[in-house]
């Protein structure tokens, strides 16, 4: 698959991948730099921030003790549950706005307005419904996957050109099968979009609901260590988390890459998705 | 034998200035293995009639009918080739000339003698596994046209299949589609706005009013066509008939906004 000469890429995509590599950490590798020599000159107090080296350290401690896999083990379960379930549900009424006013008429409403509700607001509600543990957990996951994922599917299938439905039927393909066969793949690159913003999600609200309605898992483990004052260790569990949920959205990444390797703009997909 | 048989045909589209009445009474007739080409100015309902006989569209009212049967939704008896080539973009050339095999039920070992064999008549070899924004628009359109004949269509639709090409894919596609007719004797239906396509191409010619768009003249095409394009084209037999239809669709033209001209071409 060749390249289109169309210069869309941007200089750093045209040098090597190490190059590209170097350039990309290096924002983060200037943040670190920063936090350690104003913590180390004594520019911020240690008691509100600990040095890089210190967190590092704990996160060593916390890995060797085997505390840090458990409770990852558990956030990530939570999280990747959670997404896959709202993402599929998000499809399917996506998928269903797009293609019955009956369904448009009766999702479109909801939609709207739960759209902009922070869902970590609910958490309470589902203590008081499903106690504490999992099932508020990935309640609060689930919720908060969902719309990102409804609304993509929605002006995803909406977009696909009606040219390609027609000419589907005409082949011969049932009105039914149109669904998964034209409207589906037509609309990839927007779900998978919206997925990837869910998959965003995910990680902030099984964090944030494990604060107050788990007993493990890294959100409660950060809360802990924040509530202990041990803020190397709080930091580490946070660390922990960017370290996986980056890793998750690269996968996705590459995923999408592949998946849409027939799409026009999969080279500008290229150049944003960063 | 009749193969479509169309009458008093009516539709109107709403538009944001109130309802466009964009067929008025079309009435058609067409021969089984005959090839029908339908010219007329832009928007003259043209490709709304060529939908109606898809079958995408409903008419407000008369009938259509292929071989006798109600027309009521699309049908596997008629093939349909679009002008902006509607392949799907996430499968394959090899895949996108399958989709039709599969969905007509067509045995799964009997699929890939005949994507091989499409492929090899559009000289496609070696496109097989290519998605299709990776092909130039004639290679497209011969993919478009190759996923229609594999499901052995009765009927071929085409709503300007080389509007889009360049002048020179346009002659070449003209021609491949020419000795494909000849080797199928298929009953196509086209639309052009083309005059010298529509001529070079087919048994028959109709020309359609400004909209609301109605049948208003046809010319039988009896020129030979058995030898090289040159040898038709540059005929005075051909010259003739060339100027009747295209006098005849500027007629059309003419009666509506002046700067809707057809396209005679300069040979």
Redesign the interface.
Known sequence: ??DPPDGLERPSERAGPWRRGIRRSLPVAILLLVWQLAVGSDLIDRTFLPPVDAVVAALWEMARSGEIWLNLAVSIWRAFTGLAIGSLLGVAIGLAMATSRRADGFFGPLVAITYSLPKSSLVPLFILWFGIGDVTDILTVVLACLLPVIVSTYHGVQAV?A??V????????PRH?VLWR?LL??A?LSILTGVRIALGFCFVLTISAEMIAAKTGIGKLIFLYGENGAYAHMFAGLTAVVIVAYGADRALLAAMRHLL????SVHAAHAHAR | MIRICVRDLHKRYRSRDGEVAALAGVDLEVAEGEFVTIVGPSGCGKSTLLYILGGFIGADSGTVAVDGEPVAGPGVDRGVVFQEYALFPWLTVAQNIRYGLEMTGVPRAERSPIVERLIATIGLEGFEHRFPRELSGGMKQRVAIARTLAYDPKILLLDEPFGALDALTRETMQDELLRLWQATRKTVVMVTHDVNEAVYLSERVLVMSQRPGRIVQQFPIAIERSGEREQTILTERFNTVRNEVWLAVRRQAGKGDASERPSAGTS
Do not use: E, K
């Open positions: 698959m060749s050109p040219l390609l027609w000419s589907a039927r005409a082949m011969g393909t099968t034209v793949p037509g990839l390797r027939w799409h026009d």
